[in-house]
């Protein structure tokens, strides 16, 4: 049934007649809310309020934690700093972790509950000055892909995982830390400093090792990019291994790992380039597989490339361009339980920007130089969608049609390529793809992205969704157009989206989960 | 076998014999009298309106505010179909009002709107300004018309005891006292604590609030036992009545719904991942415990209301009393027609979940019932439908704790299944019956429904 939920105000004004109710002078805030995430599936949501003030420096706060149908379970109400934030949480299939920033004593608190609701653990982390920057500029309100967390990952049933940019003046590094659920335990590691620019990607686990990609320029401002994979010891944190990402003359970007249960083997993949090329400058060449070991050993790899093997499938130009697509962005690459793997891409172009040339050329007749805009703008294409079989060939190359937006470009952004646009593209949320969530265990998946349509019947945005279960890949759409005078679309449960609508007339907030066909 | 489910075996059986199938039973929905439907809310705006011009004092705008909700509240009921105002049905509750009325004649009837309401809760409502609402929920339940007289009185009790207004006036005049309106103003100015002093006060008000609740509600049996007492019918009926309420939680047909065996076929076999469910289970136990707190119940345990009317049913029990006195056959028939009106309703007013394992928990009883069968059917295409058009959630309810665990695996199948697995499983389960239920109008029109939906 829909669920309505009454909005709080925390109002204290006076009645008509002067008369007061307990509602009017209750005041409750709500600071954030999230999901409880598990190995990529949303368990559930918390909403975190702030429930009385305590004294100058101490709130009290209740922290409520619901299940994915929306069923409140518990509510946690505790004391604390007036200054402190709840950023993320996990949820490992024996305990949740709920990560909070406490501005006031500079530090990273991670509170662990097991299932019957108790606190088990708490590890704390005090904040020095390489850290605190990331969390004082980290928005505390979600992120683009709600159906992840940013710094906080599960291990399963073992504990969590948190990986923490650092920044001292122009130096940029990482450190992971680990906490256990079934016992105090944590370890911490913090990579040898090579003056480079850094940064670190969560990918994955398998039972014994944790594995981290590692980017790293010379400068903040080079082209030039190196991959590097790092395994981590998760008994200890102790480093197992660490490679350049490269193979038979091929660089590879490593976006995802794929763990098979009781194998110590693991799947890499990622878009990979030629090894001249330079990732934020030139185009990829396709897509590559990789089965590792534990010793970060390459067993075997694979290469479709979008010249070679995409091309039977899809028309592609001397360029290696997908007719009428462009270039593709990768923004999802995973394996499913079947053994299959899946690429979700969008295509993107650079093309000349009337606008930008109309806005020169006025300027220029005004006798200033340039307009706020490029004479180049960039235009987002189609989804595409990757097929591949357990032995790493591709099997389809599907492209899902939508209406192709234009992202104006700032003044001067025409002299950069269009694969640099790309990443600013994806920085800026310009891309229409939404989230990806996967099924139990991986046996199924839904991706999903907005489109605008302009039909006879409806004209407005829509979302998209690409599903694959039981081997068949099905696809939906939702209009977001309705009588609520806001909607919003929110990853929810493996197969189904969250609706928040809001009435403004009846100031009435109403959720609703839906499946997806 | 384990021990439980044996007991369940057995219950099962006996259930079965003490319901034999009476296959002939053909349902058809009773259909409202919209005259009588519209004299009765006349005399509610009346009584309303009455109400509120009779308001005096320096808080009679709150209270005419509440009387206000109130008569909205039951016009909504009106309007949403949910009071049956057929003939037959009407004219049966009304002569066991009237038995009870004519023998309790100090006690004056004018003004008086007592009416079935097709809600599936067991439960009766007295709303306090003269309409009193007998959901067929618990008619349907109870094994005589004594026991229905029993609830009759009780609801009858709160009202000429005036519980509701009472309530109301209450309420208001502590809410807008000048003693609590000096607490919420210095509540108000606090800079710290400002909202668990707000709680302490709210808490002690629901408890005050709930304490007299349970006192009402010991008064209105109270004086139930004396109302029916000058009737003739069986007033120990009252304790088997209060027995039938404590296991009210439970569904009349109460049975182990196997969706295997209903949803398994040779074309299309059952899916053990329908019913799988990973739910995340957090302070389970705890939430449980804090629902059970005595201080925060509205009623008072049903063992211990039996415990105080005993002595009184016992001082009260005449030779010759009678357990039925309007009709038997009329009571026997009302039940059986309710067992399908709740299901009817909850199609009706877009329950279909509920509607769904109503009948399913039924057709284990009935399974050659024509009815049964296709309102399964007309359910899976209704969740079909709804699942295309991304309106699901408007008629199903969600996997949720507090539900009984054979409807929570209902709800997870449904949660679970396809679009194209609801089709396979509507066309197959009505395919199966065809040879059997063709010639049933409603049964062909939901098939070929089926049949467009699974692209037959």
């Not at chain 2, 415990?289 to 029990?317: F, G, M």
């Amino acid at each position: 049934m829909t669920l309505w939920v009454i909005l709080l105000f925390s109002t204290t004004q006076l009645l008509a007649q002067s008369k007061l109710s307990i509602d009017n002078v209750y005041s409750v805030t709500l600071r954030n809310s999230g999901s409880i995430i598990e190995n990529e599936e949303i368990k559930g949501y918390y909403f975190f309020y702030q429930s009385d003030k305590i004294d100058k420096r101490t709130n009290e706060y209740t922290l409520q934690v619901l299940d994915a149908n929306l069923n409140k379970l518990k509510d946690i109400k505790f004391q604390d700093s007036k200054k402190i934030a709840l950023m993320e949480s996990s949820y490992n299939g024996s305990s949740l972790v709920f990560m909070f920033f406490d501005e006031d004593q500079n530090m990273i608190d991670y509170r662990l509950y097991d299932m019957e609701g108790k606190k088990t653990y708490s590890y704390s982390k005090i904040l020095d000055k390489r850290s605190e920057a990331y969390f004082k500029s980290v928005p505390r309100l979600g992120n683009d892909e709600e159906a992840e967390n940013q710094s906080l990952y599960d291990i399963p049933n073992k504990g969590f995982l948190s990986i923490i940019p650092l920044r001292e003046g122009k130096k940029y590094t990482y450190e992971v830390n680990f906490y256990s659920s079934d016992k105090r335990k944590a370890w911490n590691f913090n990579p040898l400093e090579d003056g480079k620019f850094t940064q670190a990607q969560y990918l994955g686990a398998n039972d014994s090792i944790a594995i981290v990609e590692v980017l790293s320029k010379l400068k903040l401002t080079s082209k030039e990019m190196e991959s590097t994979l790092v395994g981590i010891n998760l008994m200890n944190g102790r480093k197992v291994f660490e490679i350049q990402t490269q193979d038979k003359g091929r660089k590879m970007y490593p976006m995802n790992i794929s763990t098979v249960a009781g194998k110590s083997e693991y799947i890499v993949m990622g878009p990979y380039f030629e090894s001249e090329d330079r990732v934020l400058q030139d185009k990829s060449e396709g897509l590559g597989v990789w089965a590792m070991n534990n010793a970060g050993k390459i067993i075997s790899s694979k290469y479709i490339s979008w010249a070679n093997d995409v091309s039977k499938y899809i028309k592609t130009d001397f360029k290696g361009r997908l007719a009428d697509i462009g270039y593709v962005y990768f923004h999802n690459l995973f394996q499913t339980e079947d053994g299959k793997f899946f690429a979700v891409g969008e295509g993107y172009k650079k093309t000349a920007s009337a606008l930008g040339i109309a806005t020169t050329v006025l300027s220029a007749m005004a006798g200033s130089y340039g307009g706020g805009f490029s004479t180049a703008k960039m235009k987002v294409t189609d989804m595409v969608l990757l097929e591949l079989s357990d032995k790493f060939m591709l099997e389809n190359a599907t492209i899902y049609d939508k209406y192709n937006n234009n992202v104006e470009l700032p003044s001067g952004y025409e002299f950069m390529n269009p694969h640099t646009l790309a990443l600013l593209l994806k920085t800026s949320g310009s891309f229409d793809y939404s989230f990806t969530q996967m099924g139990k265990n991986k046996g199924s998946f839904v991706s999903g992205y907005t489109d605008f349509e302009k039909g006879k019947n409806y004209r407005g945005l829509t979302f998209n969704s690409i599903s694959y279960h039981d081997g068949q890949l099905t696809t939906d759409k939702i209009n977001l157009k309705t009588s609520a005078s806001k909607l919003h679309l929110l990853p929810a449960k493996p197969g189904s989206v969250l609706l928040m609508e809001y009435y403004k007339k009846d100031k009435r907030l109403e959720l609703r989960m839906e499946k997806l066909n | 076998m384990y021990p439980y489910r044996k007991l369940r075996f057995l219950a099962f059986f006996l259930f079965i014999c003490l319901h034999a199938p009476s296959q002939e039973f053909s349902f058809a929905a009773f259909k409202n009298d919209p005259s009588y439907g519209q004299n009765v809310q006349s005399t509610i705006k009346k009584r309303y309106e009455e109400d509120v011009s009779f308001l005096s004092g320096n808080n009679k705008k709150y209270i005419a505010d509440i009387y206000e909700e109130r008569y909205e509240l039951i016009k909504e009921r009106f309007t949403s179909n949910e009071i049956l105002t057929a003939t037959e049905p009407q004219q049966y509750l009304s002569a066991l009002a009237d038995e009870i009325l004519k023998n309790n004649p100090e006690y004056n009837s004018k003004g008086l709107n007592i009416l079935f309401s097709k809600s599936f809760y067991a439960n009766a409502t007295s709303m306090g300004e003269g309409s009193i609402f007998f959901n067929i929920g618990l008619f349907h339940r109870l094994q005589n018309e004594s026991q229905a007289a029993f609830v009759l009185c009780h609801e009858l009790a709160h009202y000429y005891l005036n519980h509701n207004n009472n309530n109301i006036h209450q309420y208001v005049t502590t809410i807008y006292s000048d003693n609590f309106q000096q607490k919420l103003k210095s509540i108000q100015k606090l800079s710290y604590e400002k909202n668990k002093q707000l709680d302490a006060l709210a808490k002690n008000l629901l408890f005050r609030n709930r304490r007299h609740g349970r006192a009402f509600e010991h008064a209105a049996d109270s004086m139930a036992l004396e109302l029916m007492k000058n009737t003739n019918y069986d007033i120990r009926e009252a304790l088997t009545c209060l027995s039938i309420l404590d296991s009210a939680d439970k569904d009349k047909y109460s049975q182990e719904v196997v969706l295997e065996q209903h949803f398994n076929f040779a074309s299309f076999p059952f899916k053990k991942s329908w019913i799988e469910n990973d739910d995340l289970v957090f302070a389970k136990t705890e939430d449980k415990e804090s629902h059970d707190l005595d201080s925060l119940k509205t009623h008072p345990d049903c063992a211990k209301r039996i415990e105080v009317l005993k002595e009184k049913v016992r001082q009260y029990e005449k030779k010759g009393s009678k357990k039925f006195i309007v009709s038997e056959s009329k009571f026997n028939a009302l039940i059986k027609q309710f067992d399908y009106e709740v299901i009817e309703y909850c199609v009706q007013s877009g329950r279909i979940s509920r509607a769904l394992y109503y009948a399913l928990e039924m057709i284990q009883i009935y399974p050659g019932d024509p009815y049964l069968n296709t309102i399964i059917g007309k359910c899976l295409n209704e969740l079909y439908t709804t699942q295309k058009n991304h309106t699901l959630s408007k008629i199903v309810d969600l996997p949720n704790p507090e539900h009984d665990i054979e409807y929570n695996s209902l709800l997870h199948t449904i949660q679970n299944l396809r679009l194209r697995e609801i089709a396979a499983l509507s066309f197959y389960f009505l395919k199966e019956r065809e040879p059997q239920f063709y010639s049933f109008a409603p049964f062909a029109e939901v098939y070929n429904q089926s049949k467009q939906h699974f692209n037959q």
